[in-house]
């Protein structure tokens, strides 16, 4: 195999492990905290819904993705593309709205009240659930051109306006509608990347002017909790928008080609899912809720094995003080 091509391989595989198994643990955590608590907070539940969104990003795409690179063609038929590459673009889409949807809460709960705000903060937990089903059906919506452009790989070269995902083809046959599709998607993003950039700059003003006040007012927990909720939002929109920049300069790029590189299409890959792959190791170390619960599920591990060993030593030294009777 080609040293370049065994480099990609090892960096999707990687980077595929790591987010899976990361997104996973955080909704394991998140399962248990629902059974034991019953309900979660507005900033827990879009925490675990981005998760599921960046799990279902990586499994429609860096999956299938990786199994290409390492020699496994002809995965999908015509069906089976339309079905991930839908699937991919909603998870996708759904990555940044919500990314956007928590930047946007955090703000709110943390303005000050007001005569109008007091009211929307106490709406804000009945309003989680009607979002997220706005936000599955805009981008159900949005991405609804994908499947009918969407089929298997055919033998020979790739024609024009052609998005070669390896192992499936985006054909949109002509370039007018490769550039509106891909226009339509570019809108879309930047629109909510601005939303969450002014909402995150808030974040930051309010968490300067009111440090010291918030401190000397709120001494209780739930205080410090929404700081620190507040500065996990800032750094994962920062996160995100690093990695959408990246994502959109390569992207802006592939509008303006008419055949794209193979190369150009797997880096704008690796770094579209990198922030998927990434947040959730850093959920898991920076809110507290996520972290006792794997800490639980350690220690419950660890008292196991030290009865066993205790057990067995209080057997060696009983059989010992037999033995040293008779």
């Not at 090892?10 to 790591?18: A, I, R, Y």
């Not at 981005?50 to 499994?59: I, P, R, S, T, V």
């Not at 990314?99 to 946007?104: A, D, G, I, N, P």
């Not at 570019?186 to 601005?194: N, P």
Request: hydrophobic fraction near 50%; charged fraction near 15%.
């Amino acid at each position: 195999m080609d040293l370049c091509v065994t480099i990609k391989g090892v960096s999707f595989l990687l980077q595929t492990g790591m987010g899976i198994l990361g997104n996973t643990v955080v909704l394991l955590a998140y399962a248990q905290i629902i059974s034991v608590e019953r309900k979660l907070l507005p900033v827990d539940m879009i925490l675990c819904h981005l998760a599921f969104a960046n799990l279902m990003l990586l499994l429609t795409r860096c999956v299938p993705q990786t199994m290409t690179v390492f020699g496994l063609p002809h995965l999908l038929n015509d069906g089976g593309c339309k079905v991930v590459i839908y699937a991919y673009r909603i998870g996708r889409a759904l990555s940044v709205c919500i990314t956007c949807m928590l930047s946007v809460f955090q703000a709110v709960t943390l303005a000050p009240a007001g005569p109008r705000l007091s009211d929307l903060k106490l709406m804000l937990p009945s309003l989680v659930i009607p979002t997220f089903a706005g936000l599955w059906f805009l981008n159900m919506a949005i991405c609804i051109a994908a499947p009918f452009f969407s089929m298997a790989p055919r033998n020979g070269t790739v024609p024009a306006f052609t998005l070669n995902l390896g192992f499936c083809h985006v054909d949109f046959r002509d370039g007018l509608s490769y550039v509106i599709n891909g226009v339509a998607l570019s809108i879309r993003d930047f629109s909510f990347v601005a939303l969450m950039l002014v909402s995150s700059s808030y974040i930051l003003f309010l968490l300067h002017r009111h440090s010291r006040q918030v401190r000397n007012i709120r001494r209780s927990q739930g205080a410090g909790a929404e700081t620190r909720a507040a500065k996990t939002v800032v750094t994962l929109v920062v996160l995100y928008v690093v990695f959408f920049g990246i994502d959109n300069v390569i992207w802006i790029y592939m509008l303006t080609v008419a055949k794209v590189s193979p190369v150009v299409a797997d880096m704008r890959v690796f770094f579209s899912s990198f922030y998927a792959a990434l947040s959730p190791y850093f959920i898991i170390s920076s809110n507290k809720k996520v972290k006792a619960k794997l800490v639980c599920a350690v220690d419950q591990e660890q008292p196991s094995s030290v009865e066993t060993k205790e057990t067995k030593e209080t057997k060696e030294t009983k059989e010992t003080k037999e033995t040293n009777d008779k």
